[in-house]
């Protein structure tokens, strides 16, 4: 490994609330040793330079929720692909999740996507193991081994753990091993064959809708059993103003708590259905306005505490079937900071540092990974932003292998222009 110096730019570190107008961050062997204002540098030496330009260098961005669906599913997306269009985003570490065909649920599963992502050297990526043998909500998986093989949580994502003496189980056990449970919230038997969000709308155009209260039963009983078992409890995709303010009552009465919303649920709703996309078909469903605003707004106040992609490729043909039968997901690692900056941070619904805070330090305090800071003696992840760069969407020409995006062909402001993982530069756009 070398050195490489960034020049003119403007750092935004939230984890040490630190903003210098104009700095240099200086990264030897991988790991930062000087970050602070230009005038007190060292100098490059024989250091790569590479100037920022006075755009935006904050830690590298984390994703705690995307699908690789490598193993098995390999025509969709590949740890390969993923991690490449993980850096084009700007995001130097991810957290795939183990709905992958065989589940994520060995040892020898989350040393092998460890090593894959060692072996590409984009995006470090960080195994979520399942937290049922098979995601089949019966017996609990091997946790133990799991986390000997990279493992940082648990989660059945894709399905909520039904049985709840299964999950008190696997949180009492995640409590002793010191790692979080991520659950999918969606009660099943409410949430079964549903296509969207139920309401005046669903009922309008004659799709079976999936209630608010699907969510928000989940959250309630898994609140409850983690104030039970004293489990880290990580609530995935949050959705409704209603699990909004169960969140918000459990955080004030000090249980262990975090959840994470997902860019499509701060900017979409319920009203794109109209058009009979499947590309807007996710779970949960868009919901209603009211429920976008609320997300906003417990974003800001932090009783939702970080942002999370919810990444899910599928192939086109997938997803051009009627609306009833297309899966549910999209891809989001390349567009999340375009459509943040676009509809939140310019529009003045979000300050850039909340925004910041929420894709950095906060994630990765949730997986509990040395990531996320420039103090000195960081890991050198390093993302470089310009706020004001102007492009439209392509999803044809992302790294991603799919294209399922409901941003395509929109244009936006604001972009990831170069992602730096352990001091060395694997994306890069002028």
């Not at 730019?9 to 200086?26: C, R």
């Amino acid at each position: 490994m070398g050195s490489l110096l960034i020049e003119n730019a403007h750092i935004i570190d939230p984890s040490q609330n630190l903003e210098l107008q104009t700095g240099s961050i200086l990264i030897e062997d991988g790991i930062i040793s000087y970050c602070g204002a230009a005038s007190e540098a060292p100098a490059a030496g024989s250091a790569e330079c590479y100037d920022a330009g006075g755009k935006v260098v904050c830690p590298g961005l984390i994703d705690i929720h995307v699908h690789l669906r490598e193993p098995g599913m390999e025509e969709e997306e590949t740890i390969a692909t993923g991690s490449a269009a993980a850096v084009a985003g700007g995001f130097t570490s991810i957290c795939c999740m183990p709905n992958t065909t065989p589940t994520l649920d060995s040892e020898a599963l989350m040393h092998f996507i460890r090593r894959e992502s060692k072996k590409i050297g984009k995006a470090e990526i960080f195994p979520v193991g399942a937290i049922t043998a098979g995601r089949k909500g019966e017996e609990l998986s091997e946790m133990d081994s799991m986390i000997k093989g990279g493992a940082v949580a648990f989660s059945d994502d894709g399905t909520a753990v039904a049985n709840s003496n299964v999950l008190k189980q696997a949180m009492t056990y995640a409590k002793m091993l010191g790692k979080p449970i991520m659950e999918h919230c969606e009660e099943p038997s409410l949430s079964a064959g549903g296509i969207m969000n139920e309401g005046y709308v669903s009922t309008s155009l004659g799709l079976k809708g999936i209630p608010a209260e699907a969510e928000e039963i989940i959250v309630s009983r898994d609140i409850l059993l983690a104030k039970l078992t004293g489990v880290a409890l990580h609530l995935q995709h949050i959705s409704t103003r209603g699990a909004i303010k169960i969140i918000r009552d459990a955080k004030a009465e000090g249980i262990a708590l975090t959840a994470e919303v997902c860019p499509h649920h701060l900017t979409l709703t319920e009203e794109e259905l109209r058009s009979f996309n499947p590309v807007f078909k996710v779970a949960p469903p868009l919901r209603s306005q009211e429920d976008v605003d609320a997300c906003i707004a417990a974003l800001a106040d932090g009783t939702l505490d970080c942002i999370a992609s919810d990444h899910a490729p599928h192939l086109a043909e997938e997803k051009e079937v009627e609306l009833a039968n297309a899966p549910c997901g999209l891809i989001g690692l390349e567009t999340t900071i375009g459509v943040l900056l676009t509809e939140l941070v310019h529009s003045g619904k979000l300050p850039l540092i909340r925004m910041l805070e929420a894709l950095t330090c906060i994630p990765a305090k949730i997986i509990d990974i040395d990531r996320g800071s420039l103090q000195k003696g960081s890991i050198g992840n390093v993302t470089v932003i310009d706020l004001e760069k102007k492009w439209v969407v392509d999803a044809e020409n992302f790294a991603s292998k799919s294209s399922n995006c409901p941003w395509n062909g929109r244009e936006l402001t604001g972009r990831a222009v170069c992602t730096i993982v352990k001091g060395e530069i694997v994306y890069r756009i002028d």
